[in-house]
């Protein structure tokens, strides 16, 4: 069974930066791609960021470009995302997530089978 563990959330002011992490277990994580959603209260899920298995393609969503890094670790089976000069509307639930099978990864919700619990990511004003 896939699992999912994010970790790296918390309270920080505008202009900071914060690294999440999620390690991923239950099959060969170098085998798939990798992706980042978050949820803010009272709207939708949202997708920001994915990777490919090797790592070699990156994919953003533009509210979060060139601020956003997502990165992966196959030895460790890790996924991060890098979030720098946090913005207020980047407050949510961030969600690793994975899709059930091989190839590019979507930026749509529907395309991943497999979720962590989420991390809360609060920046003030």
């Known amino acids: 069974q896939v699992q999912l563990v994010e970790s790296g959330g918390g309270l920080v002011q505008a202009g900071d930066s914060l690294r999440l992490s999620c390690v991923a277990s239950?099959?060969?994580?170098?085998?798939?791609?990798m992706g980042w959603f978050r949820q803010a209260p009272g709207k939708e899920r949202e997708f920001v960021a994915a990777?490919?298995?090797?790592?070699?393609?990156?994919y953003y969503a533009d509210s979060v470009k060139v601020r956003f890094t997502i990165s992966r670790d196959n030895a460790v089976n890790t996924v991060y995302l890098q979030m720098n000069s946090l913005k207020p509307e980047d407050t949510a639930v961030y969600y690793c997530a994975s899709p059930p099978g091989l190839g590019v990864p979507e930026p749509t919700i529907h395309n991943y089978a497999f979720w962590g619990q989420g991390t809360q990511v609060t920046v003030s004003s």
């Open positions: 239950g099959r060969t994580f170098s085998d798939y791609a």
């Open positions: 990777i490919t298995w090797s790592g070699h393609m990156t």
